[in-house]
């Protein structure tokens, strides 16, 4: 079947408030305050967009049309957060070790991992935000550092990177 095809089968008014009701519920259950200015609605544009265009290819999917722009959104909004987290962990401001007051800058450190703790954080998770802060970014120089594979790194920062956006709101409040 055509995207065409598709698209006239499918009652789309229906799909794309489905759709935005999916990417509402989404937004508010990850909890991400900073959402650049985009709103629900805008995801689901961006993904009809993308599936119009070809650059979600509709035509190898294996699936229904409704379950492809679901994964299609499911995965936008995934990356979406992804990468606001890592330009999160990239820059974490709040923990810069070059500043001025490196006292508070300890402190301040100090007390992000005692949130990361209390957040469940286990001491792989505590080793490699360590390695972030101190300006070690790479998963091979971070495995090199720990002694450990670099498999391994990666499921550790997957672990973190879900504990940041609790962190970042919780650490706020010492700045």
Aim: glycine share 4%; charged share 35%; net charge negative.
């Amino acid at each position: 079947m055509t995207l065409e095809e598709a698209l006239k089968i499918n009652n789309m008014d229906e799909l794309i408030d489905s759709m935005t009701a999916y990417a509402y519920t989404y937004i508010k259950t990850i909890g991400l305050k900073d959402l650049q200015g985009k709103q629900a609605e805008d995801f689901v544009a961006e993904v009809l967009m993308k599936v119009a265009e070809g650059d979600r290819d509709w035509n190898k999917a294996t699936c229904s049309f409704k379950e492809f722009l679901f994964g299609c959104l499911r995965s936008h909004m995934s990356n979406f957060v992804k990468s606001k987290r890592q330009s999160f962990v990239d820059d974490p401001k709040y923990l810069d070790s070059d500043t001025a007051d490196c006292g508070k800058s300890d402190e301040l450190r100090d007390k992000a991992i005692f949130i990361l703790i209390d957040e469940g954080a286990d001491e792989d998770e505590i080793n490699v935000f360590d390695c972030w802060v101190d300006g070690i970014k790479k998963p091979s120089d971070i495995a090199n550092q720990l002694n450990k594979d670099v498999k391994e790194v990666y499921n550790i920062a997957k672990r973190l990177i879900r504990r940041i956006p609790k962190l970042q709101e919780q650490i706020k409040i010492f700045i």
